[in-house]
């Protein structure tokens, strides 16, 4: 059975709607859902979420949404810590609304988002600050939460490269997250986002500790687990679906990965995260 967290065990009163509860470290956590949503901050180490039954690595520096209705849970967790806003139906604010349209649907593909360096120290301050009003609901505790959105829907996706270095490596790696399937010329990929080549290699290699190349083999990687657990296709139409010319190559990375081939795993479910 499927547990569900309860509103009451994390905010003051009825009249509060927001709150925040830090995770440091966030322990391995079983598939879970809630009674009110999350906007989740990446603030050190690394981990995997399956959300909704799809699987994402997380890295500093990336933040994500979590419906009410959404279920979720967190594994291979490497000294992962995780800042977690706490808010419940935007609708029942009581001092902004209308920001609805500023919380993405729920689209599993493209809720996992990086903010760039200058992004994530005004969500640091804001942070500070909410901590400061956490306990009682006013009007400054919903402006700077209007604040937070606002901040995070400006790092959505783009297919051009606009502002500094770190800003546009930050929107290649999103635009990696919706066209990993895609073959990749990375010559081409980082001229379209005014980078060298060179630069963003050891960018990337410095903010998540992996290449390009790398990052990329795990988003396919991981889009590869879900469809093996939630779909009937072959093995080798979802490797080459997710990128792998290769059936024995993808076996291979695929193993090294999860620690399980993608045939026991199609053959026992049982072995997945939940």
């Not at 905010?11 to 009674?35: C, D, G, M, W």
């Not at 400006?154 to 297919?159: A, E, F, L, P, S």
């Amino acid at each position: 059975m499927i547990q569900k967290l309860l509103d009451k065990d994390f905010f003051v009163s009825s009249k509060q709607n927001i709150t925040l509860e830090p995770r440091a470290p966030q322990p391995v956590y079983p598939e879970h859902t809630h009674n009110f949503n999350e906007i989740v901050i990446v603030t050190k180490g690394s981990g995997k979420h399956v959300l909704n039954g799809q699987l994402f690595d997380l890295y500093p520096r990336m933040m994500f949404y979590i419906h009410a209705s959404d279920c979720h849970l967190y594994e291979n967790v490497n000294d992962l810590h995780l800042t977690n806003i706490l808010f419940r139906d935007p609708d029942k604010f009581n001092f902004i609304n209308g920001i609805n349209e500023l919380i993405p649907c729920q689209n599993s593909n493209q809720s996992h988002y990086f903010v760039d360096k200058k992004c994530d120290q005004h969500v640091q301050a804001i942070l500070n600050q909410l901590n400061q009003v956490n306990e009682q609901p006013n009007p400054v505790q919903e402006s700077l939460f209007l604040q937070l959105l606002l901040l995070f829907k400006q790092n959505q996706y783009v297919n051009q490269g606009s502002g500094s270095t770190d800003t546009r490596v930050k929107q290649l790696l999103h635009w990696l997250q919706i066209h990993f399937k895609e073959p990749i010329d990375w010559d081409k990929i980082t001229q379209q986002f005014s980078l060298s080549l060179r630069s963003f290699h050891r960018h990337i290699k410095n903010q998540l500790g992996i290449t390009p190349q790398k990052y990329l083999l795990k988003l396919r990687l991981a889009e590869a687990y879900t469809q093996l657990l939630y779909t009937s296709k072959s093995i080798t139409a979802i490797a080459q679906e997710c990128g792998f010319n290769d059936s024995a190559y993808f076996s291979t990375c695929f193993k090294q990965e999860f620690k399980v081939s993608p045939l026991i795993l199609r053959n026992d479910p049982e072995k997945h995260y939940h």
